[in-house]
């Protein structure tokens, strides 16, 4: 397993967890941003 490895299983998962909330903003920028539909 990871933890015996020596990896920080519970940080690495909040990190991954905080990258792919990042990752879903920004494509979500970037899509409405292409679509046009951002206009107020």
């Known amino acids: ?6 990896v ?7 990190i991954i967890f905080a990258v792919h ?8 920028v970037v899509l409405a941003s292409r679509m046009t539909s951002g206009q107020p």
């Open 8 to 14: 920080h299983v519970d940080r690495t998962k909040i």
């Open 1 to 6: 397993p990871a933890l015996l490895a020596g």
């Open 21 to 28: 909330g990042l990752v879903g903003a920004l494509a979500g």
